[in-house]
């Protein structure tokens, strides 16, 4: 192939991805898609630029703008989250939690997190699985105990497990909360006191819930004891990729040195004026959509256990988040159900459940599917929306139905839900395929 042959055909791909995500149902839980303001942004000057240190401090030249949107970002952060500090420049959900550890921890420190299994997400991880935790910063990860029935931290265990700890001198140094598989909210009211009593850091990895906890309906952890509160920006939150570290004026010097120059150098100033376009977004209709989200995770739920899916969560109703977690061992494994599916334009992604670990399953075949709804609730879909979904699924899944044939109804379904709701500009599609050349 030339090299103008290859130049080619990076847009041929980039247009077929488009057109595909245009005729499927994206329900991978830490996705959702942005607005047509915050695409514009992305394209904008800013992302050409370098404005390292902090507004008025810059180290650089040029920034008279770029420190006048990064304000606004800030202040709104503050606001839709009620914090007192914002910074508003990690560049992701991952280096957020380095700059928390950073400012926090020091290498050999011990650090509470949920394992994989149990919700974790690997840059909690252990340095022999590669987490950043562990790996990068050298923490020693323990994990709370886990009550796989209620798919949660089990309170009491953990506190026997850190009471025990702090008798072998082995003190934890930071809590970490929240996590990927992520149904109902974390016991932080019910540890923060106790974990405190240790001099014990807590964050909260709020990257999959930081819309709803936007929104009002999950669980609020800056009033519920917490320290420290990371997060991705693109996952219930509204795009573009990024992170955000929220805390308390107490916090702020160690904070904004971990983020700069500890972890970052240029903070990709386009994506940092693309969330203040997503924030502003969300104080405005953020209630509304996470409302929505949340009661279309459970409709989905329901359905699938109404068609005999093993829905997890079940004693607590499934879920009270995004996300809908199904346990398919009765037909294959996570691994072949994420490949069949995505023949079907239904994608989704695999996932370790409780008892996977133990069973000897891997991340490759693990025993569950993870599905999320906040992009399709950004495309304007309701709960009566959420049983053909799961009808859907349940074609590809149970019936084995041919995968062509379903494509072709998911295609039909999916002409209904063209444009990006909850915003101020809506104007073009969702998927529409923007050509700039
Ligand atoms: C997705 C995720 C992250 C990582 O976020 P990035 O923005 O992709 O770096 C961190 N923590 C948790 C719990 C996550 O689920």
Redesign the pocket.
Known sequence: MSVKESYSDIFEKLERHHKWFNESLPLIA?ENIPSPAVREVLVSDFGNRYAEGWPGERVYAGCTYIDEVEVICMRLAQKLYNAEFADVRPP??????LAIYSAFARPHDIMMAPSIPAG?????GKREHAGTAGLVHGLDVEFYSFDATQMNIDVDKTKQKVRQMVQDGRTPKMAMF???L?LFPHPVKELADFLKGHDIHINY?A??VAGLIAGGVFQDPLREGVDTM??????TLFGP???LILGFERHMEDIKKSVFPGTTSSHHIHHMAAKAVAFAEMLEFGVSYAQQVVANAKALAESLSDMGFKVLGEDNGFTKSHQVAVNVLDYSDGGNVEADLEKANIIVNRQLIPGDIKAGRNYFHPGGIRLGVSEITRLGMKESAMKEVANYIKQVIIDKKNADTIKDSVRLFRQDYQNVQYCFDGKLGAYEYIKLR
């Open positions: 830490s992701s959900g991952v280096l957020a939690n974790g997400h690997i840059s909690h929240g996590g990927s992520f990895d990257a999959h990371t997060m991705s920006t693109h996952k990729q990024g992170g």
